[in-house]
């Protein structure tokens, strides 16, 4: 499992560590690894330009580049203020034989060491302006600890930020690492160990394949299992314009781990979906979760029948315009952006740009668990828990994905995992097999793809195909 800390976490365990080995040892440790990782980026031929800015951040970098330098390897330096940058830093890499230069341009592997962690977002003057020669010619760039210009302790972008490549980080990842916009500037990122120690404190996490195990034996039946003990889904789905919804929440819901699927709609519908699907009941009885709302009609009734078995549910589409006041059963509510933003009073902009500070404030409102759909889906729970999903790809931006991931999420509920844990599963499982698929691919390849990673996912380590990504 990938960790991200916030900012004010990150430096009370610097404190920590620096008591332990000096500041100047954690220095040492960070530019060190970092070096490491730079030496297995740069081609050898290539003479790297590192953008040097105060503090810290710019020492680990010039650090660093004292040792490239003295491996053989050419390396320049930008400073952005000559009068604020790591003197210790600076003499170690002129000695080794770095040439200060005024501009970046001409090089094709870059260095952002321009700010850290305790930057506001935005840059400014001369580093905005290497921000956007960044842009334009597009050469290789590995971020040192974040990309300079992003919301560090919620992924925002309120200004010019540079875009990496790779991402060396210390310690463990940062939020805006794998939150919001700024979370497309990160590239690759590789997490290194510098001696910090952030396991007690709690964290934004994010699932790999490798986690199954932990979730296994409440996913995976056992022997004196039987349909109704692995959970009945009710499903009220679709409607005579939206029948496919009916058909694709359906085949989500196959491809999880519930023994029984009942479909609870208009009787055409009904018969239509049992028609496709033979295994699903198309009559109401006694269910352990329901999905309610995928291309459904637009009324409170579908949702009000749900609530009043008390059991546990996914709330999506139409009816998330009728959620009650407050919920008292584990609900799971996955809009898009522009849902939320309906939900909220708010702007879909708005919660495009911050969409941590969007679905906490859902999650608050609803007393439930918001799965908040995007590039980088979010699970944030009531009680604060919040994971990010970093699997999928672009082209699951397609009509009925969203069904097919109700359906899963459903079907997860069903099982007995709670709606924090059957958000986390199913974004994962759902963006796993999209990036199998490739591309392009419709909503009902996605769910056929889904049974084959949900058995990955239970089994463990050595079916994570990402190899050196979110290391």
């Known amino acids: 499992m990938l960790t991200a800390h916030t900012v004010a976490q990150i430096r009370a365990a610097e404190e920590v560590a620096a008591d332990q080995q000096g500041w100047d040892g954690l220095m040492q440790r960070a530019a060190r690894e970092l070096a490491e990782r730079l030496l297995a980026l740069m081609p050898a031929d290539e003479t790297a330009v590192v953008l040097v800015g105060p503090g810290n951040n710019g020492g680990d970098a010039l650090f660093a580049a004292a040792r490239l330098l003295e491996r053989g390897r050419r390396v320049n330096l930008c400073l952005l203020d000559p009068s604020k940058v790591h003197r210790g830093g600076l003499a170690a890499a002129s000695a080794a034989g770095a040439r200060v230069v005024d501009r970046p341009d001409g090089h094709r592997f870059v260095v952002d060491a321009l700010f850290g962690i305790g930057a506001r977002p935005g840059l400014e003057g001369a580093a905005a302006h290497w921000a956007a020669w960044i842009e334009r010619e597009r050469p290789v760039v590995v971020a040192v600890d974040v990309p300079s210009g992003i919301g560090v302790d919620d992924g925002r972008l309120d200004g010019p930020a540079v875009r990496a490549d790779h991402t060396v980080t210390f310690g463990t990842a940062k939020y805006g690492l794998l939150l919001g916009p700024a979370a497309a500037l990160s590239g690759r990122i590789t997490v290194v160990d510098i001696g910090m120690d952030l396991s007690r404190e709690p964290a934004l996490e994010s699932l790999e394949l490798a986690d199954g195990p932990r979730f296994r034996d409440r996913i995976v039946p056992g022997v004196a299992d039987h349909k109704y003990s692995r959970g009945v889904l009710g499903i009220r789905a679709g409607s005579p314009q939206y029948a496919g919804a009916a058909h694709l929440c359906v085949a989500g819901a196959q491809a999880g781990p519930a023994g029984m699927i009942r479909f609870v709609g208009e009787p055409e519908l009904s018969r239509r979906v049992v028609d496709r699907a033979p295994e699903v009941v198309g009559a109401a009885g006694r269910v352990q979760a329901w999905v309610v709302g995928p291309g459904g009609e637009d009324s409170p009734e579908p949702l009000a029948a749900a609530l009043a078995d008390e059991v546990p549910l996914v709330v999506d589409a139409t009816a998330l315009g009728h959620l009650p006041m407050s919920f008292t059963t584990d609900a799971l509510l ?138």
């Open 334 to 471: 996955t809009p898009h952006a522009g849902e939320l933003a309906a939900m909220l009073g708010a702007e879909r902009d708005e919660v495009e740009a911050d969409p941590l500070t969007h679905a906490r404030r859902a999650a608050e409102r609803w007393s439930a668990t918001v799965l908040l759909k995007g590039p980088r889906t979010l699970i944030v729970s009531a009680d604060g828990r919040l994971r990010v999903n970093t699997s999928g790809t672009p082209w699951l931006g397609t009509a009925g994905a969203g069904d097919v991931l109700a359906g899963f999420a459903g079907s997860l509920l069903a099982r007995g995992l709670d709606a924090f844990d059957a958000g986390s599963i199913a974004a994962l499982v759902h963006g796993f097999a999209a990036e199998r698929l490739s591309g392009p691919f419709v909503a009902s390849d996605v769910a056929r793809a889904m049974p084959r990673l949900l058995q990955q996912f239970c089994a463990g380590p050595g079916q994570d195909h990402r190899t050196g990504d979110l290391t």
